[in-house]
């Protein structure tokens, strides 16, 4: 299965600052990777997909990249809302979908 | 709007079988190029995939634990089933279901419902 990694696996980030939070998968998925943002106590929820592509009434401070094996998502000014976990997917090589051990991003 | 809900017992017996329900709204089980998967998350790790099922029945497992997963759909009720047979206290977690879109192939969830934890001990 496609392994995928993020790093760090913790961020510490001084509100209004910029977060860039890494994942890199074990093989090619082209563009067909997620970020998914949790929240304490939360579910997931869905930030990008298609590596590049934000959902439904998500943030313009939220912003993904990379393909292949290498991504990135950025966060262009924390907001005291984002201090979160992060999550990266893939849905490439299937089965089974793949997430990533999650970044945490917090306080500095 | 779209909406999923979980659905289990709190607690389960090791070796016994857990049944999860997902209870959606919003949509429907038939609708063309929808699918409901289920994921889950031991306490303080990350996401797993478990399961899929898509609107034209067709079924998606995790192949590490394939053998232990049943996925179903009851349209009449708007209910995704999934059932995983000897459970361990390994499988203790949050288990959620999620809505995904299908595009020639497997998505992303783009809505989840909240989860349901689920313990196992004796």
Known sequence: ETVMTQSPATLAVSPGERATLSCRASESVRGNLAWYQQRPGQAPRLLIYDASTRASDIPARFSGSGSGTEFTLTISSLQSEDFAVYYCQQYFNWPPWTFGQGTKVEVK | ??????????????????????????????????????????????????????????????????????????????????????????????????????????????????????TVSS
Request: glycine share 6%; net charge positive; aromatic share 10%.
């Open chain 2, 1 to 118: 709007q779209i909406t999923l809900e979980e659905s289990a017992p709190t607690l389960v017996k090791p070796s016994q079988t857990l049944t999860l329900t997902c209870t959606v709204s919003g949509f429907s089980l038939t609708t063309a190029r929808v699918g409901v998967g289920w994921i889950r998350q031991p306490p303080g790790k990350a996401l797993e995939f478990l399961a899929l099922i898509y609107w034209d029945n067709d079924k998606r497992y995790n192949p590490s634990l394939n053998s232990r997963l049943t996925i179903t759909k009851n349209t009449s009720k708007n209910q995704v089933v999934l059932t995983m047979t000897n459970m361990d206290p390994v499988d203790t977690a949050t288990y959620y279901c999620a809505h995904s879109p299908y595009r020639n192939g497997p998505l992303y969830m783009d809505v989840w419902g909240k989860g349901t934890t689920v």
